[in-house]
């Protein structure tokens, strides 16, 4: 009878997932249909929609003949981002494109709404789906169910669902991608790893995140020597497969970089923006790009939460380590996080949310490991005590951060509301 109820658990888990995610989905049909054609079509709060919505137009407009169209296509122009988040925007509107013929490039508002939805809610729903999975593999509902609405209530996560179409949800789809194919692989290094490989790859195509694997491959696969006895010879080869796909998915995934002209305007951008992000904009007050902690303080505390919940998740990461399991996520979670982290925090200028976002949301899915890893130890009267405290402290943090949040998301899609309408 247990094992037929634990096997139904993530069945069960999955389908309290998906009816979320849907209503997910459904709240923010309202403030990303806001724009209108009698006023403007692209978000006030940002310039980006404004810049890069001409180029998917580009895509879907026809050339004189095959070269021009495939010129239209494949080299198209804004190489602050990568391919993948060109292409899948175009694909989006493909169907309207071909439906309405010449009509489609007169209906901004409506495409622009379909890109909101398509290209950043429904990859950040899939992507919260995909790390509680990672997490909790969906088997204690109670778990998967509150790590769910965490990630998605965060304001970081509102915000970007709301202000913008933008790259960021797809590639914190492609890095929780990368995460579980990692896990899947579960240190046999077979197909499940090279899968990891093409996500890494994607991550990187799209906005460069895929590289910040950098330590959490090589710790993945120290760890296959040293606990499950791979020979080194094998790692290697393995090592450098996953490099070897990585780079091909990323040329695939980016047919300009087959091109001269185009690769170079790209190295210039990237340059360009290399330089940017160490030195900041030049229309701005210098002081705000001083790097170092204390200069993130104000945008964690305004879009992620207190001071006092981003170290108990630092302190919850740390205490995952010592859970005994097979596959320990904590220890991915960190490799990934903590490098990123110490860029932004120390040589990166500029400090929007969305730049540190993908450092911080994997970790608040380590909420739940104090009590984890208390539960684990000698059960004993003492050992109840400490775990009823520490469950009496991850619920106030948890508490603590919901009545943070929720009230700050739902400002933000008045406020967005309000002002775009």
Not at 65 to 82: A, C, F, K, S, V
Not at 101 to 106: M, S
Not at 115 to 130: E, K
Not at 333 to 356: C, G, R
Request: net charge positive.
């Amino acid at each position: 009878m247990n094992k037929k109820k634990n096997a139904s658990q993530p069945q069960i888990t999955l389908f309290i997932l998906i009816v979320i995610g849907l209503v997910y989905f459904l709240l923010f049909i309202s403030p990303n249909s806001s724009s209108s054609d009698s006023g403007s079509v692209f978000s006030i709060f940002s310039d980006d929609e404004y810049i890069t919505y001409p180029y998917v137009e580009k895509m879907l407009t026809p050339g004189k003949d095959i070269h021009e169209t495939w010129g239209n296509l494949i080299i198209y122009g804004d190489y602050h981002y990568g391919y993948p988040f060109y292409f899948l925007s175009m694909l989006v509107l493909l169907p309207r494109r071909i439906i309405l013929g010449e009509a489609f490039f007169a209906q901004r508002a409506t495409n622009i709404f379909i890109l909101r939805m398509c290209i950043n809610v429904i990859p950040i729903i899939l992507a919260a789906g995909i790390m509680v999975y990672y997490k909790t593999r969906f088997k204690k509902i109670i778990e998967s169910v509150i790590l769910f609405l965490l990630f998605l209530s965060v304001p970081s996560v509102v915000r970007s669902n709301i202000w913008w179409w933008h790259p960021d949800s797809l590639t914190l789809l492609f890095i929780a991608l990368t995460f579980l194919f990692i896990q899947l692989d579960d240190y046999k290094l077979g197909k499940n790893f090279y899968w990891a490989a093409a996500m890494c790859g994607l991550a990187a195509a799209t906005k460069l995140l895929g590289f910040f694997f950098f330590l959490a491959i090589p710790v993945y696969l120290i760890i296959a020597v040293a606990k499950y006895k791979r020979l080194w010879y094998e790692v290697l080869v393995n090592a450098l497969i996953f490099v070897l796909v990585m780079a091909v998915v990323i040329v695939l995934v980016n047919p300009f970089l087959w091109y001269e002209i185009p690769r170079n305007e790209m190295l210039a951008i990237q340059q360009f923006k290399a330089g940017e992000l160490r030195q900041g904009y030049t229309h701005d007050d210098p002081y705000f790009y001083q790097k170092a902690p204390q200069f993130w303080a104000w945008t964690i505390h305004t879009w992620f939460g207190s001071t006092a919940f981003i170290a108990f998740l630092i302190l919850s990461l740390c205490a995952g380590f010592f859970i005994k399991k097979r596959f320990n996520e904590n220890i991915y979670l960190a490799a990934w996080s903590l490098p990123f982290l110490l860029y932004a925090l120390y040589f990166v200028a500029p400090k929007p949310d969305h730049y540190i976002m993908p450092a911080l949301i994997p970790l608040y899915l380590t909420v739940f490991d104090v009590p984890a890893l208390i539960r684990s130890m000698k059960n004993d009267k003492v050992q109840r005590i400490i775990m009823g405290l520490a469950i009496l402290l991850a619920g106030l943090f948890l508490l603590q951060q919901f009545l943070y949040s929720i009230p700050k998301d739902f400002h933000l899609i008045q406020q967005y509301l309000i002002q775009n309408l």
